[in-house]
């Protein structure tokens, strides 16, 4: 199976970004072998992301709710985690001289699948381009937020994962070097079939999420 039929439908020029971004994550996380009494530091760090993240998306969560309200922590969630995306993305994509958009999209897109975030899937109906019109629509066939909530048995009526939202969305502004907000529509872990997550300009985002909820049939 070829990277573009593991990783998007979209146009199949994108081919090539798909191998050199698996190409690049395999090597990253191959200089990880752990020896006696030799530990890699640079392997631990990229871990310790998902163990943060899982801390903040049910456990440390129950708490914040106490304080600050469900609203009030989603908010923050999406928030840190749409900064941490773009730190990280101007860190990685300027380390491995990622300029072009597409490309700095399919290193996010990796990255999440190789340390077990998530899995994405890009939606044939994507507008991808460097400019203030894009409109990216995300399907996650795995979603670690939403498996905590199943593996716990707890039930929600509304999409939970924010920090996957605020992630890729902070991480896809700095690919795209345009300005984006994102939205979950539908989640795993309310018993949807998959996690669908749009991202657009700030401008354009209700209309686009009006569209998207219409061509899936998203009540």
């Not at 999420?209 to 049939?217: F, H, R, S, V």
């Amino acid at each position: 199976m070829s990277a573009l039929e593991k990783h998007t439908s979209l146009d199949r020029t994108f081919v090539s970004a798909f191998f050199q971004a698996e190409e690049r994550w395999e090597h990253f996380f191959s200089k990880s072998r752990i020896a006696a009494k030799k530990i890699d530091y640079e392997r631990l760090e990229a871990s310790k992301l998902l163990i943060y993240a899982k801390a903040l998306s049910r456990g440390m969560r129950e708490a914040m709710v106490r304080s600050y309200g469900e609203n009030g922590v989603n908010r923050l969630v999406y928030g840190l985690a749409k900064n941490a995306g773009a730190i990280d993305a101007r860190k990685i994509l300027n380390a491995h001289e990622v300029l072009d958009p597409i490309s700095g999209l399919v290193m996010g897109k990796v990255l999440l699948k190789t340390i077990g975030w998530s899995q994405i899937t890009f939606s044939p109906e994507c507008i991808i381009e460097e400019n203030d019109e894009n409109y990216i629509i995300c399907e996650h066939n795995f979603s670690f937020e939403a498996n905590c909530y199943i593996d716990a048995q707890l039930v929600t009526n509304l999409p939970i994962c924010h920090l996957s939202c605020g992630y890729y969305c902070g991480w896809s502004e700095i690919s795209l070097k345009s300005s984006l907000a994102a939205r979950e529509l539908d989640c795993l872990a309310k018993g949807d079939d998959r996690c669908i997550i749009v991202m657009a300009p700030p401008y354009r985002l209700f209309d686009w999420i009006k569209e998207t909820k219409a061509k899936y049939g998203i009540k």
